[in-house]
């Protein structure tokens, strides 16, 4: 080989050397970057009013999917300090369909969990007067006077559709109630979803009766889906102080509790006074009274005489009214008192009817701790 040919070689494989290495410089960190980019995710910074990371897809797959195998799928914080005129969230979802009907089932936001809580919200803010603060927060915003809107909705098919607990406070409060379109709403309504006879409110005393139905040991409270209502105590009535007070003489008045009578069976009284005239007496039922008592099943009439007599008794019972006359044909004149026990009109209860207490089925344990949730 001449010396041309050899240098000629030589220069050749230096160039091939020097274009490898060369190519290997500018490959491998391009190799690098790439995995480095599916292990590490870059951060983005910017100071803008719209977001720093968009994602749009105009199919019917997810805008934005976080997956994780053991911590959170998506995470999002605020830093904000709200006040009354700025408000923020970590994660805020929005449904953006106008149609009327269209997206009647879609969601703001949707929870879903095999076996956990579907959703999960806590807040740590020590709320005063006036800055109230939430765990979950639900706002209906419509204003078309839909009053079928919810602000926060739950249901279960087998389970509770809402849990209310609280640890020093109260548990359910509710506010509303209102007029509309010559309507009446409550503050709270409360409905039988079940087409059998069943009960509306259980209350329970033990926290170990979770939740209150009526088998349970501690219920005294039920109020039944045909409006019969069941306490296992005495039932108080107080007023204002224009009635059932006592006034005192510096005008500081106290209120007075008074107790309810128990009964074998539904009745209605009514009582008056009327005049014994030379031994005998016609006392008509006031109408009011008679309107509302069943005629076809009689009435009891008790007489108590305010002067001296031989007695008085009572005859002629009949829907109109009664007679009262004097014991042996007697011909007093004198005042007497009157009491009538009749049967409501359309009350068919049974005297003392023996309620039958099914066998409690089996709950589970109360929380005991709010991280439990």
């Known amino acids: ?124 803010h020590k709320s005063m007067s006036g800055a109230p603060a939430a765990g979950v927060y639900g706002f209906d915003e419509s204003r078309d006077g839909a009053p079928f809107n919810y602000g926060v909705w739950g249901e279960s098919i087998h389970g509770t559709g809402v849990f209310a607990q609280s640890f020093g406070y109260v548990g359910v409060e509710a506010i509303g109630g209102g007029d509309s379109a010559n309507l009446a709403f409550p503050a709270l309504s409360i409905v039988n979803g079940d087409p059998a006879p069943s009960h509306l409110v259980d209350a329970c005393s033990a926290l170990a009766d979770v939740p209150c139905d009526h088998a349970a040991p501690s219920r005294v409270l039920d109020l039944d889906a045909s409006g019969n209502l069941t306490i296992a105590g005495h039932l108080f009535t107080s007023g204002s102080c224009s009635s059932g007070c006592i006034t005192s003489g510096n005008a500081r008045s106290r209120s007075i509790l008074s107790y309810a009578g128990t009964q074998t069976m539904p009745s209605i009284d009514d009582f008056g006074e009327a005049q014994l005239v030379r031994g005998t007496a016609y006392v008509r039922l006031s109408a009011d009274f008679a309107n509302v008592i069943d005629r076809g099943a009689g009435y009891l009439v008790f007489i108590t005489p305010e002067d001296d007599s031989r007695g008085l008794y009572v005859t002629g019972k009949t829907r109109a009214g009664f007679s009262v006359r004097e014991n042996q044909n007697g011909h007093s004149t004198l005042a007497f008192s009157y009491r009538i026990v009749a049967k409501p009109f359309g009350a068919n209860a049974a005297r003392l009817p023996v309620e039958v207490v099914r066998p409690r089925a089996a709950h589970a344990a109360p929380l005991t701790n709010p991280r439990q949730l």
């Open 1 to 124: 080989m001449t010396r041309p040919t050899v240098l000629k070689f030589a220069a050749t494989a230096m160039v091939l050397v020097g274009a490898f290495f060369a190519g290997s410089t500018l490959h491998v960190p391009a190799i690098a970057a790439d995995r480095y980019g599916n292990i590490v995710s870059p951060v983005n910074s910017c100071n803008s009013p719209s977001a720093c990371f968009v994602e749009q897809n105009s199919g019917a797959g997810p805008g934005l999917e976080g997956v994780s195998a053991h911590g959170y799928g998506s995470y999002g914080i605020t830093n904000l300090n709200s006040t009354r005129t700025a408000s923020a969230a970590g994660v805020l979802g929005y449904d953006a369909a106008t149609t009327e009907f269209g997206g009647n089932l879609n969601a703001g936001v949707q929870g879903r969990s095999n076996n956990g809580n579907g959703v999960f919200g806590l807040t740590k």
